[in-house]
C-alpha cells in the first residue's frame, strides 16, 4: 500500500485518517503538507511498529530538530525496517546530526539518505560522517546538495569513500567545495575498497583544475556511470582533461551532464570523439553552453558514427539556429539509439523545425521525446509536426510550449491527434495563446483519447 499526499494542509481529522493508513503502508510521502515536531512523535510511532514500512518522505515541512529526534526514536527501534528517508528541505541545523549519525551506525536496513537543503554546515556533516564510516552502516545513496558544506568536510567525506564500499551515489551540489577539496574526494575515489557509481558536483565552485583529478578518476574507475559537474565554469580546457579520462578504455560513463560550464564550439571536438567512441555512454546534457551551429555540427558528427549509442541528448539553449538543423536532420535518419532530443531554448525557427520533422520520419528514427520549447516557431511548422504526430508512432512525448502556434497552428495539431496512428501520451503547450474554443476542442480531445495528457 502507497500512501502519497502532496500540498494539504491537514486537519486534526484528517490527520488521524492518515495515522491510521500510515500503520499499514510501505511508502508514505508527506511532502510539503505543514508538518511540524509535533506530527514527528505520530509517525515515530508508525516507523517503530509498522515493519513493511521502507520509504518514508518528509520534504518541505518544518520538523526542525526536535522532529528528527522523535523520528529517530521509531528508526533506532529493532523492528523498524526503513530503507529510504528522505528529509529536504526540513529546517535541521547540526543539532539534529548526531541522532541522525546513531541511526546510520545501528540501522542496516537504512540504504538512502536524503538531507538537502538543510543547514548541516561543517561541524553536522563531520559528524554524519562518524556514523556513515561506521561498519553497520549500509548506506548506499546520500544527498547532501545545500547543506553549506565547506572544503573541511572533504577530507572526511574521502574517507568515508574509502571505508563504504556499499554507498553507491553521493551528491554534495550546490557546497562552496572548490578545486582543492574536490582533489581529496578524487583520492577517496582512486581507493580500492570505493564502489561509487554516481557523483553529483553541480555548482562546487570548482574550475579545470578539478578536472584533471576527475578525468583520472574516469579513467581508472569503472564503476563510476554517471558524473555531473554543471554550473562549474571548467571551460573548455577542463571538457579536455574530462575527455582524456573518458576516452580510455576502462571508463564505463553512462551519463555525463556539463550543463553551464562555459563551454564553446572547441570543446565540441573533443566531445564529438566521445560520442563516437565511448558506447557506453547514453546520456548527455550540454544545456546553457554556447555551442553555437559550428559546435554542434561537431556533435553530430560524432553522433552519426555507428558506434555511438547515445540515448538522451540535451541541448537546450545553446545558441542553435536552423543553420545546425540539416546535420541534426542527417543524425535522426542514421542513428537507431536516440530516443530524446531536447532542443528547447534555440532560435531554430520553422525552417529547423521543417529538416527536424524530415529526420524524425526517417525509418531508422526511434525518437521517443521532442522538446521544442521556445523555439520561435509559428503555425507554419504545424503541418510538418501534424505528420510527425500522425505518422510516427514511437514518438509519446512533443514540448511546444511558449510559441505562436495560435489557433491555426493547433488545429493542425489536433487533427493529427484524432488519426489512429498517433500515440503520442503527453503534449505539453505552456504558455501558447488560442481561442476558448479551441480550449473547449482540447479539453473534449483530451478526454476522447486514452492515454494522452495535454499539459498546458
Excluded at 232 to 255: F, H, M, R, S, T
Excluded at 437 to 444: A, I, K, P, R
Amino acid at each position: 500500500m502507497e500512501l502519497n499526499i502532496q500540498c494539504e494542509e491537514l486537519s486534526a481529522s484528517r490527520w488521524t485518517e492518515l495515522i491510521s493508513s500510515m500503520k499499514t503502508s510501505k511508502t508514505v510521502r508527506l511532502d510539503d503538507c505543514s508538518l511540524s515536531a509535533s506530527s514527528c512523535k505520530d509517525i515515530g510511532s508508525v516507523l517503530s511498529t509498522n515493519q513493511t514500512l521502507s520509504e518514508l518522505t518528509l520534504s518541505n515541512n518544518e520538523l526542525g530538530d526536535s522532529g528528527v529526534e522523535l523520528l529517530c526514536k521509531g528508526l533506532m527501534t529493532p523492528s523498524c525496517r526503513l530503507q529510504k528517508l528522505w528529509l529536504q528541505n526540513c529546517n535541521l541545523t547540526d543539532a539534529c546530526c548526531k541522532n541522525l549519525s546513531s541511526v546510520l551506525s545501528t540501522k542496516q536496513s537504512l540504504t538512502e539518505l536524503h538531507l538537502g537543503d538543510n543547514k548541516l554546515g561543517t561541524s553536522g556533516v563531520k559528524v554524519l560522517c562518524q556514523g556513515l564510516m561506521d561498519p553497520n552502516c549500509k548506506l548506499e545513496k546520500l544527498q547532501l546538495e545545500y547543506c553549506e558544506l565547506t572544503p573541511d568536510n572533504c577530507e572526511m567525506l574521502s574517507s568515508a569513500l574509502r571505508t563504504k564500499s556499499s554507498l553507491k551515489a553521493l551528491n554534495i551540489s550546490n557546497n562552496k567545495l572548490g578545486d582543492a577539496a574536490v582533489k581529496l574526494l578524487c583520492q577517496g575515489l582512486m581507493d580500492p575498497n570505493c564502489n561509487l557509481q554516481s557523483l553529483h558536483l553541480e555548482n562546487c565552485h570548482i574550475t579545470a583544475a578539478s578536472c584533471g583529478d576527475l578525468g583520472t578518476v574516469l579513467s581508472m574507475k569503472p564503476s563510476l556511470i554517471e558524473l555531473s559537474v554543471g554550473e562549474n565554469k571548467i571551460g573548455d580546457p577542463g571538457v579536455a582533461l574530462l575527455c582524456q579520462g573518458l576516452l580510455n578504455p576502462n571508463c564505463k560513463i553512462e551519463k555525463l551532464w556539463l550543463w553551464e560550464c562555459g563551454l564553446t564550439p572547441a570543446s565540441c571536438k573533443d566531445l564529438s570523439h566521445v560520442l563516437s567512441t565511448k558506447e557506453s555512454l547514453t546520456e548527455v546534457s550540454l544545456i546553457g553552453n554556447e555551442l553555437r551551429d559550428a559546435g554542434m555540427e561537431l556533435l553530430c558528427q560524432g553522433l552519426k558514427d555507428p558506434k555511438a549509442k547515445l540515448q538522451a541528448l540535451w541541448i537546450r539553449e545553446c545558441g542553435l539556429t536552423a543553420a545546425c538543423c540539416k546535420s541534426v536532420r542527417s543524425v535522426l535518419g542514421t542513428n537507431q539509439t536516440l530516443r530524446e532530443l531536447h532542443m528547447g531554448g534555440n532560435k531554430i525557427g520553422d525552417a529547423g523545425v521543417e529538416m527536424i520533422c524530415e529526420g524524425i520520419l526517417n525509418p531508422n528514427c526511434n525518437l521517443r521525446s521532442l522538446w521544442l520549447g521556445n523555439s520561435e516557431l509559428s503555425a507554419a511548422c504545424c503541418r510538418s509536426l501534424a505528420t510527425v504526430i500522425s505518422t510516427k508512432q514511437c514518438l509519446t512525448e512533443l514540448d511546444l510550449s511558449n510559441n505562436s502556434l495560435a489557433d491555426d497552428g493547433m488545429k493542425k495539431l489536433c487533427e493529427a491527434l484524432k488519426h489512429p496512428n498517433c500515440k503520442l501520451q503527453q503534449l505539453v503547450l505552456y504558455d501558447i495563446y488560442w481561442s476558448s474554443e479551441m480550449d473547449d476542442e482540447l479539453s473534449v480531445l483530451e478526454e476522447s483519447i486514452p492515454g494522452l495528457k495535454i499539459i498546458s
